[in-house]
């Protein structure tokens, strides 16, 4: 028997008539069911560290073996190595993400030097809206800051796709399409064979001779094209 409080531990049914006890409130493994993971702090992947007050440890755990994936759009980037980033000036805070190119980048208004494996870009002061934000570092006198290490990986990540004007959203299983409106925006059609063929109002067209314009429904009318 386990002496436990209430609400300290989680327990799975296994089987019919048959518990196991999957884990405690604090992350620790439980009797049979192995440890759990409550938020992404406990996680090694990416995370930062300060492996002096000068350097940060990138990635200490990536390996070929346990390579940290990143997924971008259709892409899965592998980090097979750790990375380290080194200061030696400047006060302020360093912004550790992935790039919309998949580099892993150290963004700052310090003086900051990457290793292989990381990138230092200048003049950042925010995750860029296209990145995958991993840590923020900061720093005081060109040491990083002992304390200074707040971890901002999430697993859980949306992005919002709104409509601007000249685009038509739809959203079925799933899956947002933008398209082109056609009331703001014309639309490119094969040359009309006649001057009534099929067309919705504002789509065109041309050749090397005329300049076509759908004015109404299955209405086009047509220009000639002159040099000068």
Known sequence: MTNATAGANLYGCAATNSWTLEGNGSGGGGGG???????ASQLTDLAASSS????????????????????LGSVTLAFTGSTSATISG???TAFIYIDSSGNLTVGHNLTVVCSSGCVAVTGITAFPSDSVPLFTWTATNGTWDTAGG????AFQSTTNV?????LLGTTANDRTTLSIDPTLVGIWAPVPATSSSPCAQGTWSMNASYYYVCVATNSWLRVALTTW
Not at 33 to 39: F, I, M, P
Not at 150 to 153: I, K, L, Y
């Open 162 to 166: 709104s409509a601007g004007t000249g």
């Open 52 to 71: 002096s007050s000068t350097t940060l440890l990138i990635g200490a755990t990536c390996s070929l073996a346990t390579p940290c994936n990143v997924r």
């Open 150 to 153: 707040v971890d901002r990986r």
């Open 33 to 39: 069911g192995g440890s759990s993971v409550q938020n």
């Open 90 to 92: 400047g006060t302020g």
